[in-house]
């Protein structure tokens, strides 16, 4: 069965630090993936997805920025993260084969910026 | 119009209730739907697809209307552990590439009271 790891499941960061987020999965090739954030109280915000190595599709201009080095490795970046960068970050994936394939979420990441 | 909307809620109903939440979507093209569950400060968790026929997994009933672009989810005698948000999530064509993107609405929250 496929399984989705991410973390750290918490994370406090000063103001200007860097960020480096990173999610794997295992049982399964070439799939979609995806970072998204969660402000307190509001919707899934789709940061940035992925359909293979190298590919990286962004959905909105932020100081964040994502990598896929691996088939099944994804990692979100910050050189210098912004008060409103805190959130809760999830990580998913999704079968790339099929039209409109669910997505399934890792345990999220808890970031606070002080 | 927001491309999935959803009633926030809170819906607080009594154990044994039955309780309906609605959601509708904007985008005529959109091909699945689904509805995930998200508990508090926890990643959101796939629970039913909505199938154009209806489907059943049981406590919990998904209809589809194509023709009002509208997406329930039933559920039949509440537990407490039903106490969650509910995420309607509709795929949306994206860029006219033919490749498709999950939306998540903003969820509606339900609380089963003992």
């Known amino acids: 069965s496929q399984t989705i790891h991410q973390w750290p499941a918490t994370l406090v960061q000063p103001v200007g630090s860097p960020l480096s987020l990173e999610c794997t999965v295992e049982?399964?090739?070439?799939?979609?993936l995806y970072w998204y954030r969660q402000a307190a109280g509001r919707g899934l915000q789709l940061l940035f997805y992925?359909?293979?190595?190298?590919?990286i599709s962004s959905e909105v201009p932020q100081n964040l920025s994502a990598s896929r080095p691996q088939d099944r490795q994804f990692i979100l970046s910050s050189k210098k993260l912004l008060l409103s960068d805190s959130g809760f970050y999830l990580c998913a994936w999704s079968q790339r084969q099929g039209v409109g394939q669910p997505q399934h979420f890792g345990d999220g990441t808890r970031l606070s910026i002080l | 119009r927001k491309e999935v909307e959803q009633d926030p809620g809170p819906f607080n109903v009594p154990e044994g209730a039955t309780v309906a939440f609605n959601c509708t979507y904007s985008n005529s093209a959109s091909q699945s739907f689904f509805w995930y569950r998200q508990d508090c400060r926890k990643e959101p968790k796939l629970l039913m697809s909505v199938y154009s026929s209806g489907n059943e997994d049981g406590r919990f009933t998904a209809q589809l209307n194509r023709a009002s672009q509208y997406i329930s989810l039933l559920i039949r005698d509440s537990k407490l552990s039903d106490s969650a948000t509910y995420l309607c999530v509709v795929n949306t064509p994206y860029s006219g590439a033919g490749s498709y993107q999950l939306t998540f609405g903003k969820g509606t929250k339900l609380s089963v009271i003992p």
């Open positions: 992925s359909v293979g190595i190298g590919q």
């Open positions: 049982g399964t090739s070439n799939p979609n």
